[in-house]
């Protein structure tokens, strides 16, 4: 008997946004984005936890006190969770498998995301990895600019 595969279901139906609270912390996009211009990766650290975050927000998330004191975390860091792409969203083999990767920059408390560039077998890719950034070589201070991890041999 052949197994039954499940099917893609579509469901079409509103997003309702203004039933929504959103708050955008623009000094923290601002901080990270200054540190990206000369490749570094700036954030900020609580006084009074030492929580670091990266992008540094205003106020600490568990104590709940303003943050200002300014810190630069490492380019390396550790692999916390990751996905393998082998297929679009419609379930179509891409012609190229990428990797996202969850990365802990050492001296930060918080993961920034990225490619995993720079591996041979996606099967061998595990959590805990150490990784580092990768920079475009013309940084113009955007998101952008930090192109990919790749794995540290």
């Known amino acids: 008997m052949a197994e039954e595969r499940e099917q893609t279901k579509v469901f079409k139906s509103n997003w309702d946004l203004p039933l929504y609270s959103w708050r955008i912390e623009a000094d923290a996009l601002n901080l ?5 211009k000369e490749k570094k990766i700036l954030g900020r650290k609580c006084s009074k936890c030492g929580t ?37 969203i419609r379930g179509n083999p891409l012609p190229e498998i ?24 996606w099967k061998e890719v595990k959590s805990g ?15 952008a600019d930090l192109d990919h991890f790749e794995l540290i041999k």
Request: net charge negative.
């Open 32 to 36: 990270f984005i200054k540190g990206l």
């Open 52 to 88: 670091v975050y990266v992008p540094g927000p205003t106020y600490c998330r568990k104590c709940m006190v303003d943050i200002e004191e300014v810190v630069e975390v490492g380019q390396e860091g550790v692999i916390g969770a990751f996905t393998v792409n082998l297929a679009d």
């Open 98 to 121: 990428s990797i996202v990767v969850c990365v802990k920059l050492d001296g930060a408390d918080s993961w920034l995301m990225s490619r995993l560039e720079g591996w041979t077998d």
């Open 129 to 143: 990895m150490r990784v580092r950034i990768v920079w475009k070589d013309e940084v113009k201070g955007a998101l």
